[in-house]
């Protein structure tokens, strides 16, 4: 049966302090955790949008792979170091660098890391995040179809002729999905569009 009022009125004092007490406790452990959510959150943000610009670096110089292969008429080569750094140059038929540039490698790891963190914290964010990972899943395929394709073994060389209508264009098409993915999270980590990149 539902509790009388005068029942509750003859309650002990004490009874009503350590219910006020509770409630108190329990507002400030809500706000603490609140605060602790907000620091986390406020790190995550800057910490995924550093990563957004890393990866930006990667779409920028696939871009130019890319758009090198629809103007050269010779082969592209990826030329691997001792300490596996990695460049892709167009040569001409002498055998000359004609263009080219550093292939850095996809930063995967932090994203794919935070991509669960952050959901306990920020379902919205989580949901670009989750976008923002796969187009960086899909980075890493394409560049290492760009490493398959231009790889310096004898007879490793395919034309941009060749590839003109396969893969530097198909490339093109995703790279451009793959950064509204990044710059939709940018934009909500900063509240910036992704216009500038980090080398490291």
């Known amino acids: 049966m539902p509790t009388s009022l005068p029942t509750l009125i003859s309650l002990p004092?004490?009874?009503y302090s350590a219910i006020?007490?509770?409630?108190v406790k329990e507002f400030l452990e809500w706000r603490r955790r609140r605060g602790?959510?907000?620091r986390k959150l406020s790190v995550y943000k800057r910490v995924l949008a550093h990563e957004c610009e890393r990866n930006y670096w990667l779409i920028k110089v696939l871009r130019d792979l890319a758009s090198g292969g629809q103007q050269w008429e010779t082969?592209?080569?990826?030329?691997?170091?001792?300490?596996?750094?990695?460049?892709?140059?167009?040569?001409?038929?002498n055998g000359t660098l004609a263009r080219g540039g550093s292939l850095p490698k996809v930063k995967l790891d932090t994203i794919e890391r935070l991509a669960v963190e952050v959901a306990y914290v920020d379902g919205l964010l989580a949901e670009k995040v989750r976008e923002a990972l796969d187009s960086v899943l899909e980075l890493q395929h394409l560049r290492n179809s760009a490493v398959d394709y231009g790889n310096d073994q004898p007879g490793g060389h395919i034309s941009a002729g060749d590839l003109q209508e396969g893969f530097f264009?198909?490339?093109l098409s995703e790279l451009e999905d793959h950064y509204k993915s990044l710059s939709k999270l940018y934009l909500a980590c900063t509240g910036k569009e992704l216009r500038q990149h980090r080398l490291r």
Request: aromatic residues 18%; glycine residues 6%.
């Open 13 to 15: 004092a004490a009874v």
């Open 20 to 23: 006020i007490l509770f409630c």
């Open 36 to 38: 602790a959510d907000a």
């Open 75 to 93: 082969p592209y080569r990826i030329t691997t170091e001792a300490s596996g750094r990695q460049s892709w140059g167009f040569y001409d038929p």
């Open 169 to 171: 264009d198909y490339a």
